[in-house]
């Protein structure tokens, strides 16, 4: 299973990013999304963040994903959220 297209998010950088950036599979950690070409799951950088830990941190403990393929999950992150927010009532 392949998640959201990326083409529009990433812009210049589609050249060294995988496309889709993340991707799942029932054969590959139960079918848990991970950022694409590796065997990291995506919840491994929330679960990073939410537990106060730095981006930097992240990428020392898995050299396989770039700091520009962690930004970028992040950024398709907000707009997944952002989208579906709902406007508030005033």
């Known amino acids: 299973m392949l998640l959201p297209s990326t083409q529009n998010l990433l812009g210049a950088h589609s050249m060294t990013l995988p496309i889709p950036l993340i991707s799942a599979s029932p054969a590959r950690l139960g079918g848990e999304p991970c950022f694409n070409g590796t065997r990291v799951p995506v919840r491994t950088l929330i679960d990073y963040i939410e537990s106060g830990h730095q981006l930097a941190e ?32 005033a």
Do not use: K, N, Y
């Open 58 to 89: 992240f990428l020392a403990d898995f050299p396989d994903v770039s700091r520009e393929h962690a930004i970028a999950v992040l950024e398709l992150t907000r707009q997944a959220l952002v989208g579906q927010a709902e406007p508030s009532v």
